[in-house]
């Protein structure tokens, strides 16, 4: 077998936690000599992910192709199907790689056809959540439960994100029948250099996409229910972007808190903390949200729901988590705004993080986790 792979990444929505998953794995992949491209989504993301698109470009062998993807099953699907796996097929892959729900079924069934036309490919899905957040009690949930099921048979490896992922899948799939291994998320070096608040920073920074499922209502119901506790309006800098924004604009206006929250359009992330005294991560579900990682490790004071994998990174029992509730968030606003040098000190520490989230670790072990699938 050759150490150097094909590696193609499969995922539909360039956004988010997943595009930042694997565009790290790609950029660790490329220096340890393989050939990568992506396939994904060409109606999703806006200028701030072409731009990351860009500095891509010129490292992957593979190329990066976009082609529409609708979000849900639909008649739609038969036609992008078709398209997307003609592209996987003229980038003849060694491992086939799929991220969320639509990335993982598509990396996992034209994995399989390449292999009835006699390719050798190997066939891994990573689920980052994706389907795992349905309710297994509702029609749709056990639908898309019976069709992971059902996938399982045609994949070589899990990854998993979280070991909150991975009991989630057991619990609403069942037990893989097929090896599955627990990977973290992973950070570069220079993101664990501090990042200061800038002198005219607000008081609080939400970062991330704007839906429910991430918690930006939560997060403003808890500035109005946070301003008699604190004697004062708390002010607030909001930055991403998404299909809901402007729902959130009239939450912000009927609350009447125009003066005192910013929306500002999607941006690296250590940029945007600096406009932020306490970052706040108010989701609702997640499997291992990067935001909390980077923000952590830029040595940036967070408050989060403990939710998915959250509670793996601050520790259970940590009283920087909250249930995804306004009136929680809104008494945890109050105290690490009350007094922020004793909230910084329920913050995990710095070597504990990078020993298990680095992006060096993360590399390897899903490499190592390619090679034994293709072996197999």
Do not use: W
């Amino acid at each position: 077998m050759a150490d150097k792979l094909r590696i193609v990444h499969c995922f539909r929505s360039p956004v988010g936690g997943i595009f930042r998953h694997v565009r790290d794995l790609a950029e660790a992949q490329v220096a340890a000599g393989h050939m990568v491209g992506i396939v994904c989504d060409s109606t999703t993301g806006g200028e701030f992910e072409e731009r990351l698109f860009g500095q891509m470009k010129e490292m992957l062998a593979l190329g990066i192709h976009r082609t529409p993807m609708q979000r849900h099953v639909g008649p739609g699907d038969l036609a992008a199907a078709r398209r997307t796996y003609r592209i996987i097929k003229e980038l003849r892959p060694d491992v086939l790689h799929g991220h969320g729900a639509k990335g993982g079924a598509y990396a996992r069934l034209f994995g399989s056809l390449l292999r009835a036309s006699r390719s050798r490919v190997a066939r891994l899905y990573s689920p980052h959540g994706g389907s795992l957040h349905y309710d297994e009690s509702t029609a749709t949930g056990k639908l898309f439960f019976a069709l992971e099921h059902l996938m399982a048979r045609f994949t070589d490896c899990l990854l998993f994100v979280s070991d909150y992922e991975r009991r989630t899948y057991r619990r609403k799939v069942g037990e893989p029948p097929i090896p599955n291994t627990l990977v973290y998320n992973g950070l570069r070096t220079t993101e664990f250099e501090p990042v200061a608040a800038r002198a005219d920073a607000a008081d609080l920074l939400y970062i991330g996409m704007m839906r429910d499922l991430k918690g930006p209502d939560i997060f403003i119901d808890a500035l109005a229910a946070a301003a008699p506790r604190l004697g004062r309006a708390p002010s607030a800098v909001m930055v991403g972007d998404g299909d809901d924004l402007p729902r959130y604009h009239a939450q912000v206006k009927r609350l009447g808190l125009e003066g005192n929250v910013r929306f500002l359009p999607p941006m690296p992330a250590r940029e945007a903390f600096v406009l932020g005294a306490v970052v706040v991560v108010p989701s609702r579900a997640e499997a291992m949200p990067y935001t909390v990682l980077e923000a952590l490790a830029a040595a940036r004071p967070v408050i989060a729901t403990s939710v998915g994998g959250i509670p793996e990174i601050f520790g259970s029992g940590s009283p920087a988590l909250i249930r995804p509730d306004p009136a929680e968030l809104a008494d945890k606003m109050s105290q690490a705004l009350g007094n922020l040098a004793a909230y910084r000190e329920l913050m995990p520490d710095e070597s504990t993080l990078r020993a298990r989230f680095g992006a060096d670790v993360m590399a390897a072990a899903i490499e190592k986790a390619y090679f034994a699938a293709l072996e197999s």
